[in-house]
Structures are given as C-alpha cells and as structure tokens.
C-alpha cells in the first residue's frame, strides 16, 4: 500500500498532540505502524543521496555500530577542535555535581545529576556536541538530518542498588539514536561501567524475552536470555568515549559498587523522533555568540521537524 506525504501528514497532525502513551498504543496499530514505517524508509532512502562522506575512522566507528551497537574510542582519537573546551567544562559540572549532597540508601538517589532549573546548555557542550565531524558520523549511522536532543551530567554513587537505567533496557527516544557517553573518570570492574548486549545478541533476546514493553529487566530476567559471557562491560579509562545506540542494544549502567562513576552523555536522534527530551536551552545572550560560529547545518541540528 503506498500512503502519500499528505495524508501521513494530516494523520501525524491530529495524533502529535495525544498524551505519549495513547500516542505508543496508536503508533501499534498495524495501519498506522505500516505507513509510519513507509514514511520512514522513503525518507531514509532519499537522504541516501546527501549523507556526507566520512575518512576511514569515521567509517570504521560506523560499521562498529551497525555490526555490533557501541564502540569505545579515546576521546583524542576523534579530532575534533573543541574537545579541550567541553572536556574543562564536563569537569568543573562534575566538581558540582560531587558537591551535591545524596542520602544513600534511597533507590532514587543512586544516580546524581543536574535538575532541569540548575543549568542551562553551556556553549562548550553545544560547539562539541555540533562539530561537524562528529555531526558526520551520527549523520551516517542514523541515515536522516540529525536532532541533537542535548546532554546528561551524571554521578552514579557506588551503592550497588539497582533501579532505574541501572536495569536492563531499550530505549525509545527513536528508531536509531546515538548516545555518546564520555567517562570522567577511570571506570573499573565495579565502577558501574556502561554496559551493553552486542546487537544481534540483543534481536534474539527480544524475540525469546518478548520485550515489547520497554520496561526494565532485572539481571535474573537477562540471564534467561542471554548468557552472562556476553554481556560487555565497558572498562575503560577516563577520556574514553562510548558510542552506542540504545536503542538498538540492550543496556544498562551497571550498579557501581567499588567506586563512584562520574559521566557525561550526549544525545542524537533523526529530526522526527518518538521522544523529545526536555532540556534547558541555552541562554539568549550566549546564543547569540555560538549562533554566530555555527553554519547553517549545525543550527539544523537543534530543530525538530516532521518526516514527512
Ligand atoms: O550511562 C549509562 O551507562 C547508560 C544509561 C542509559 O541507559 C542511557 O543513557 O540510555
Ligand atoms: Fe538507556
């Protein structure tokens, strides 16, 4: 059945404004699922023509991802000319966020972070997040213009509780999404490393778990999908970044219990996705000055749009 751009259009129109859960249970249906998925082939598909071309460690990061959901690289590795700025930056917040005061013992405190009213973006972050080279990358992997939805500040205290993203999960920000998680500090056996099902491992749990609900997995419920050998922990040192798609792999931040794990995560999705994530925007004084040194693509990066 071919659905035209129009009609899709109308259709995404009157549901956008629905609740998210009506709007997941709608998006189920087999009509509406088998046009949205119409939509977004014939969108992928056109952009073919426009994804820029990438040198071969570009490349290589992407065949990582398609084969096997996450790859790590050093943080020097990638190039890029901001990468000194936004690394000062990541640290002093994480200074910040050390100075936060937690009380232990209560699941919802395990992982500390910033609340929405505490910052806003800082112009470090959004000239690293939008360099292009790395814009290339995400562009590449994800196959459409790509939304940055902006980044997460995190402290997980070694308390080996397991609650919230400290369980097994998909996420559903989107159909491809890049998560860029960069370690502030060296991250050791039982130093809650990211921790990650390789892909293919991932599609044959689904099926065997029937993992449609987007809910959390304890470790018992995982081990009766997926041997415990291949769960990959991500041990590495501080500077190392890990680029993943979590919605393509299962995943968790595994409960530190030796030491405490300081972290920063940046997130990409295409420019229609499922979930927007609510952020501080940056203040309109900054803007100004970070406008004015990025080009037209870059600033594209932070508008949603509709696919079709
Ligand atoms: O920070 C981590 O190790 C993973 C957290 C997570 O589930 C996510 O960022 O989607
Ligand atoms: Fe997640």
């Not at 996420?171 to 809650?192: H, P």
């Not at 993992?211 to 018992?220: A, E, M, P, R, V």
């Not at 415990?228 to 922990?233: E, N, R, S």
């Not at 300081?262 to 900054?286: D, N």
């Amino acid at each position: 059945m071919q659905i035209s751009a129009n009609n899709l259009s109308l259709i995404t129109n009157k549901v956008k404004n629905l609740p998210y859960k009506l709007r997941r249970g709608l998006d189920k249906l087999p009509l509406i699922h088998v046009m949205k998925e119409q939509a977004y082939q014939t969108a992928l598909d056109y952009h073919t023509r426009f994804l820029p071309q990438l040198d071969s460690l570009g490349t290589s990061i992407v065949n990582t991802l398609r084969q096997e959901g996450t790859c790590v690289v050093p943080i020097r590795e990638l190039n890029l000319i901001s990468t000194n700025a936004m690394m000062t930056k990541a640290f002093s917040l994480a200074g910040e966020l050390d100075n936060i005061s937690h009380s232990l013992n209560q699941a919802e405190n395990c992982e500390v972070g910033f609340g929405q009213t505490d910052h806003r973006e800082f112009p470090e972050m959004l000239m690293w997040a939008l360099e292009s080279n790395l814009l290339d990358i995400v562009e590449n992997y994800i196959g459409l213009p790509v939304l940055y939805q902006g980044y997460a500040m995190r402290k997980s205290i070694a308390d080996g509780q397991y609650s919230g993203v400290r369980r097994w999960h998909i996420d559903w920000e989107d159909r491809r999404i890049i998560k860029i998680i960069i370690y502030l500090n060296d991250v050791a056996a039982g130093g809650g490393p990211y921790e990650y099902i390789p892909r293919t491992i991932t599609s044959k749990a689904i099926a065997t778990l029937n993992y449609y609900n987007l809910g959390y997995l304890s470790d018992d419920e995982m081990r009766q999908a997926v041997l415990q050998k291949d769960w990959v922990a991500c041990l590495a040192e501080k500077g190392s970044v890990i680029i993943t798609d979590t919605s393509s792999v299962f995943h968790r931040a595994q409960p530190p219990t030796v030491k405490e794990r300081f972290s920063i995560t940046f997130c990409y999705t295409s420019t229609s996705p499922l979930v927007t994530w609510k952020i501080p925007k940056i203040a309109p004084q900054q803007w100004e000055t970070v406008k004015s040194r990025l080009n037209q693509r870059q600033i594209n990066c932070l508008h949603k749009r509709r696919l079709s």
